[in-house]
């Protein structure tokens, strides 16, 4: 069981947006350690219910342990593309009042050793978010051709080393541990004599493998996809993404519900006419400085709100 803390992110401002009837169904895709859930719990009645959802069996541990006797929350242990067939079983498909996406990881994920997502302590190459299922950043790194991780470290961290830096790990091949693999970063940003920053050069090394091994970009795209189809009319879906191109998603996914897709001359409607299914609430939102100073790993998040008009 992890010690360390998880610090919700954009907190008020999310739970506030989302909840819109305080006896309605609500769906938190991401539970971490339920900051969030227990957030919106004080925000709804007794009628109200919260239907919590996380891949990490971890998750699972603290809704057992926290939450187990409060009756209106449930946890199901399951990734995003799951949560539809749930929903469906539920026969809550279109009740739904509110959908919480609070992407990436959590901090005692991330601080907890063992499970591979630090680039500051010595752990297995693992990076799974569910290490019960697919395949670990180690067998991945181990197997995958040079170019196929430089691809995925370029284009998911972003990363202008990133061809050194995989062309490193197929020399280096078998790694096994997390320092190994941030040592031979460390070495190729050495090499090339860039000047130090105060952001550890394995950051976005590390953020793209683990993005790759847990599919991320595509989760993301099917709850886009899907949590529409879930919500009762006033219903909202708020996310908070913490990468571009996570944010890249959102936005493209909610600019397309809320425009919709163009029509055709012949049908005799003027598009300013058209009444929208679905309606932006506000722009995106950014966590206040405050917020950054008293929790830094905030500082990357934006928040983005969508709600269902008809
Ligand atoms: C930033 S944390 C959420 C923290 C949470 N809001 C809280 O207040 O404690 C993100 C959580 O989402 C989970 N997660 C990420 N992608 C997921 C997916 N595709 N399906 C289910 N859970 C996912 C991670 O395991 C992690 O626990």
New binding site residues.
Partial sequence: MYSAT?V??M?RESVSHLVTDRGGYYI???????????EILASINEKGRVYA????P??KEQFEKTFRKEGRLSFSQ?????ILTEMQALKLVGKVSGI?I?????SP?LEEASRGFSFRREGPLDMR??PNEGFSAADWLNSADEREISQVIWKLGQESFARRIARSIVAKRPLETTIQLAGLVLKEYEFSGRKKSRVHPATKTFQAIRMHV???IK??QK?LLDGPEMLSIGGRIAV?S?HSIEDREVKKSFHSLAVGTKLPRSIPILEKDRIASWRSIGKALKPSIKEIAVNPRSRTAVMRVIERVT
């Fill in positions: 998880h919700p992110v907190l938190d895709a991401t539970f971490g350690r339920g900051g969030h859930a227990k959802f996380d891949r990490d971890a998750s399951g990734k995003f593309s799951d919480l609070d992407c990436g990881v959590s994920q978010m569910n847990n599919g991320e989760e993301l709850i908070i913490f």
